[in-house]
Structures are given as C-alpha cells and as structure tokens.
C-alpha cells in the first residue's frame, strides 16, 4: 500500500542541526521570556512568555507534534523515571531522572511511549512557575493530573490557541533573521515544526536505529528512511563505538508523578 506523506512535516521544516543553531535561538527564548518579565507589567504575557520558553524546549528533546501532541498533553500523560546506573567508582546508585511521555498519535490513531533527556528539569520548573502564577492570579484553579501542562489560567486551563505558538515563533525567527545557518538540504524558513525535525534528525546523528526513530516519532519507517536516514551516512562509526558504562538495575527502578 501507498503511505501518504505530508510534505508540511518534512522538508518544508528543516532542523536546527547547523552548529550555533539552536543555541542561538534558546537564546532567544530566554531573552524574550526574560524581558516579558522586565518590560512589560501584563502578568499573562509573563506566563506565556514563560510557558513558551519551556514549551519549545520540551518539543525540542520530544519530537511530539505542536499542536495534537503537545498542546494536548496532560499531566497524566507524563511520568518521572529513575533510570541511574550503579557506580563502581562512587559504589552506590547515581540517580537519573527522565520524563516518559504517553502519546495517543491523532494522526494514526496509535499509542507510543517516549522516553525523554533533558525534559524532566524543564517539566518540573515548569510545573513550579505555572503553581506559583495560579496562587498569585488564579486561586480558584486547582491542577489536576487531567490538566493540561500547558492550559491557560483565562481559558479553564484549555490550551492556548495555536497561532498564538506561531506568531511567537514567527518573532523569535526574525530576530534571528541573518544569523542562522541554512539546513544544507533545504532553503525554506525555520518553522515551529523545525523543533520536531530537530529531535528526530539528532536521534539519527546520535546513531539511534531507524526502527526505533520511527517508534519514538510516531512516524512509518517509510518516513524516516526516505527523509531523516540520510544524515546517519558517515555515522555509523558511533554506534558500533557507543559502548555503556555501568549497569542498570531494573528492578530498582522508581516512577513517580509531577503533582
């Protein structure tokens, strides 16, 4: 069977894997989220400003779609993970907390489970600055594990709006304009979808099996093969040498919720 692919994922949201890349535009993130806090004395500006800091980032190292996945996560959908290894040299447990992420793909209609780096810290600041507006603004708000992670105290906790997210984006990518790198296989502009892109492309980088790419995107492996698998040419050396260090201990190991 034919599988339909949508160009509006691919090419036409390059990544941000060109050295300097994203981090100049977290830099950007943060500069915003910091003068919304400075320069403005609009509280809900501050929160969003905030929230969309946390929100690109947390896309960024997840892969899940903007608007069906992420915006539509709960709290619920989100579990911390100690997955710490045993350390010879410190003879005892060092402690690694990871987010997982339970997905229900509206595109497919499949389920998938994505263990995450670098979302945890982000998740649980998150959680503390969005409690700490709610107790100051929004008293009658009470979160709930069937909350959205990204709700907007005006609207019950609904998510905001997605174009709300675009033209955010859109006024980060402009202030940029003339200091990124253009993606070697694309001329188009960095989308909010380049976040997505991003995050699959390092998993290839990163030597991951396309099977396991394609899992951990909510993509066909048709998808990843004929798009992403190009840049694991001249990578394959890493995988062969990527060798872990220590040993893990599953029958220690901890999950626990962010509430």
Not at 133 to 149: N, W
Not at 192 to 197: D, E, G, Q, V
């Amino acid at each position: 069977p034919k599988i339909t692919i949508k160009e509006s994922e691919i090419d036409a949201n390059p990544p941000l894997i060109e050295e300097g890349n994203w981090t100049k535009v977290l830099a950007a993130l943060d500069q915003k989220r910091k003068s919304a806090s400075t320069q403005t004395p609009n509280h809900r500006a501050i929160y969003f400003a905030k929230l969309f800091y946390r929100w690109c980032i947390i896309m960024r190292n997840s892969g899940l779609r903007p608007n069906v996945e992420l915006n539509q996560l709960k709290w619920c959908h989100v579990k911390r993970e100690n997955v710490g290894t045993w350390s010879e040299s410190e003879k005892q447990q060092v402690d690694k907390w990871i987010a997982v992420i339970y997905v229900r793909d509206s595109k497919t209609g499949r389920q998938r489970i994505v263990p995450t780096n670098g979302v945890d810290s982000h998740l649980l600041q998150w959680k503390k600055e969005q409690q700490d507006y709610i107790d100051k603004y929004s008293k009658d708000i009470k979160i709930t594990e069937q909350t959205f992670v990204f709700g907007n105290p005006y609207r019950d906790m609904q998510p905001f709006a997605y174009s709300r997210f675009n033209e955010a984006w859109s006024t980060i990518i402009k202030g940029l304009e003339g200091q990124l790198k253009p993606y070697v296989f694309s001329d188009r502009n960095y989308t909010i979808y380049s976040l997505r892109s991003t995050y699959i492309c390092n998993l290839i980088m990163q030597g991951k099996g396309i099977y396991d790419v394609s899992k951990l995107a909510g993509h066909t492996v048709a998808v990843c093969e004929r798009y992403y698998a190009r840049l694991s040419m001249g990578m394959k050396s890493r995988e062969i040498t990527n060798f872990e260090y220590g040993s893990t201990n599953p029958s220690n190991k901890e999950t626990t919720d962010y509430l």
